[in-house]
């Protein structure tokens, strides 16, 4: 959690949706100073700076958060990518666990954990000091998204210790998975959505409750002034930046005619907006007091 002696800021919010009850917590951020090219590799350095201060953002520095996502339906309570954990690659990070107790929600409680791919902000907190850190839940992940990291297909060389945390950590709850394809139902008004290229199986969800809907875009978009302002742009953590690209046309696309509250994990917390299309483009437009009220 945000280190006292330092500015206190949000770190939980929690909305009604029908007969959901959400809840987002800030695992952490990372400040970075490379806006270009790690939003946007395929995009040049006076698109980015443009953009950045069109945005009165401070080029090159960014802030990139983690961001995961807690869903209350009436028989269940679903983790989705429960962030870092005890693997937190420094204080700014891995503070899921602590901000969970605050909620009042505890680890046992959670029946399933929904992971949307398996990179570590994603996988780590799967397991602490050695044991599930959710002792009773069910995990679900897309079947394509364990068979790569399983697999032996070709990966960048960045990407080596993610497939070791993968097999370290996601491995071994293998008899706790249950392995889905998109469209796959995942409790009575969650469906898994195909978002496919961020990596092998990467996946978004849907939920509706009562007739009110809400996505989850996971990492369709890293960042939320550069991802929506042109989709062709790839963004650095893309393990397949082409199909990555046809997939964030079609979940955006999907996200704006929905005019439904989106949430995904890298955006600024609390992570809760609206995609509006624009002339040429899209838009992130940040949740005011639309969840309040
Ligand atoms: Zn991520």
């Given at each position: 959690?945000?280190?006292?002696?330092?500015?206190?800021?949000?770190?939980?919010?929690?909305?009604?949706?029908?007969?959901?009850?959400?809840?987002?917590?800030?695992?952490?951020?990372?400040?970075?100073?490379?806006?270009?090219?790690?939003?946007?590799?395929?995009?040049?350095?006076?698109?980015?700076?443009?953009?950045?201060?069109?945005?009165?953002?401070?080029?090159?520095?960014?802030?990139?958060?983690?961001?995961?996502?807690?869903?209350?339906?009436?028989?269940?309570l679903i983790a989705f990518d429960p962030g870092?954990?005890?693997?937190?690659?420094?204080?700014?990070?891995?503070?899921?666990?602590?901000?969970?107790?605050?909620?009042?929600?505890?680890?046992?409680?959670?029946?399933?954990?929904?992971?949307?791919?398996?990179?570590?902000?994603?996988?780590?907190?799967?397991?602490?000091?050695?044991?599930?850190?959710?002792?009773?839940?069910?995990?679900?992940?897309?079947?394509?998204?364990?068979?790569?990291?399983?697999?032996?297909?070709?990966?960048?060389?960045?990407?080596?210790?993610?497939?070791?945390?993968?097999?370290?950590?996601?491995?071994?709850?293998?008899?706790?998975?249950?392995?889905?394809?998109?469209?796959?139902?995942?409790?009575?008004?969650?469906?898994?959505?195909?978002?496919?290229?961020?990596?092998?199986?990467?996946?978004?969800?849907?939920?509706?409750?009562?007739?009110?809907?809400?996505?989850?875009?996971?990492?369709?978009?890293?960042?939320?002034?550069?991802?929506?302002?042109?989709?062709?742009?790839?963004?650095?953590?893309?393990?397949?930046?082409?199909?990555?690209?046809?997939?964030?046309?079609?979940?955006?696309?999907?996200?704006?005619?929905?005019?439904?509250?989106?949430?995904?994990?890298?955006?600024?917390?609390?992570?809760?907006?609206?995609?509006?299309?624009t002339n040429s483009n899209f838009r992130w437009?940040?949740?005011?007091?639309?969840?309040?009220?």
């Amino acid at each position: 959690m945000t280190d006292s002696r330092k500015n206190v800021r949000p770190e939980i919010y929690q909305f009604g949706l029908g007969n959901f009850k959400i809840t987002n917590i800030l695992d952490g951020y990372f400040h970075r100073e490379d806006m270009h090219p790690f939003t946007a590799m395929n995009a040049s350095v006076s698109e980015i700076e443009a953009i950045a201060k069109e945005h009165l953002l401070p080029y090159p520095k960014l802030e990139h958060n983690f961001v995961p996502t807690l869903i209350e339906t009436p028989d269940s309570l679903i983790a989705f990518d429960p962030g870092f954990g005890k693997r937190a690659p420094g204080p700014t990070a891995g503070w899921y666990n602590q901000l969970l107790e605050k909620t009042g929600y505890s680890p046992d409680e959670v029946t399933h954990v929904v992971i949307s791919h398996g990179h570590p902000d994603h996988i780590a907190n799967l397991i602490t000091d050695g044991a599930p850190t959710f002792k009773h839940a069910e995990i679900i992940i897309s079947r394509t998204e364990y068979e790569f990291w399983t697999g032996n297909s070709a990966i960048p060389d960045f990407r080596g210790p993610t497939r070791q945390m993968f097999q370290e950590i996601v491995v071994p709850l293998a008899d706790r998975c249950r392995f889905i394809e998109p469209d796959a139902s995942i409790v009575e008004g969650l469906t898994a959505l195909n978002a496919f290229g961020h990596s092998a199986g990467h996946m978004a969800f849907h939920a509706e409750s009562d007739g009110n809907e809400l996505m989850i875009l996971s990492d369709t978009i890293a960042h939320y002034a550069v991802s929506l302002a042109n989709l062709e742009w790839q963004f650095s953590m893309d393990d397949n930046p082409e199909m990555a690209v046809e997939s964030r046309k079609r979940i955006v696309g999907m996200a704006a005619s929905s005019k439904a509250p989106i949430i995904a994990f890298h955006m600024p917390f609390p992570s809760v907006g609206y995609i509006e299309q624009t002339n040429s483009n899209f838009r992130w437009v940040p949740s005011t007091y639309q969840m309040n009220i």
